[in-house]
């Protein structure tokens, strides 16, 4: 089992910058992947970006250029760190753990955090 913790969320105006930290315990073994999720109201949950391995990451077209995942592997630890932000990023962002083979999919999930972007 593993879990995982987010924080870092909060309220930005446009154009601002956040960075959320999802922290793991616990193990298993055929996790290879941790994500980002967010839902917006009303609107279906989006898959916002991937980590692989070190450093390897895909992102989806709206967040690309503005969004960067990386992560600490001592720590057990992936950051999305958050610039240009604009009101319609306004969404709970979760954190997972999954399988990465050739779509991602998700095992684990964090609480969520908020994040809204005023204009």
Same mark, same amino acid.
Request: glycine share 12%; net charge positive.
């Given at each position: $089992?593993?879990?995982?913790? %987010? =924080?870092?969320?909060?309220?930005?105006? @446009?154009?601002? +910058?956040?960075?959320? =930290?999802? /922290? /793991?315990s616990? =193990?298993?073994?055929?996790?290879n992947?941790?994500?980002? &999720?967010? $839902?917006? #109201?009303?609107k279906?949950r %989006?898959?916002?970006? !991937?980590? *692989?391995? #070190?450093?390897?990451t895909d992102? @989806?077209?709206?967040v690309?250029?503005?969004? *960067?995942?990386?992560?600490?592997? /001592?720590?057990? !630890?992936? &950051?999305? $760190?958050m610039? +240009?932000?604009? #009101? %319609?990023? *306004?969404?709970?962002?979760?954190? *997972? /753990?999954?399988?990465?083979? &050739? !779509?991602y999919s #998700?095992?684990?999930w964090?609480q969520g !955090?908020?994040?809204?972007? +005023?204009?």
């Amino acid at each position: $089992q593993v879990q995982l913790v %987010e =924080s870092g969320g909060g309220l930005v105006q @446009a154009g601002g +910058s956040l960075r959320l =930290s999802c /922290a /793991a315990s616990g =193990s298993d073994f055929s996790i290879n992947a941790r994500g980002w &999720y967010r $839902q917006a #109201p009303g609107k279906q949950r %989006e898959l916002v970006g !991937t980590i *692989t391995g #070190p450093a390897n990451t895909d992102y @989806a077209d709206s967040v690309k250029g503005r969004f *960067t995942i990386s992560r600490n592997l /001592a720590k057990n !630890t992936v &950051y999305l $760190q958050m610039d +240009s932000l604009k #009101p %319609e990023d *306004t969404a709970v962002y979760y954190c *997972t /753990a999954g399988i990465h083979v &050739y !779509t991602y999919s #998700p095992k684990y999930w964090g609480q969520g !955090t908020q994040v809204t972007v +005023s204009s």
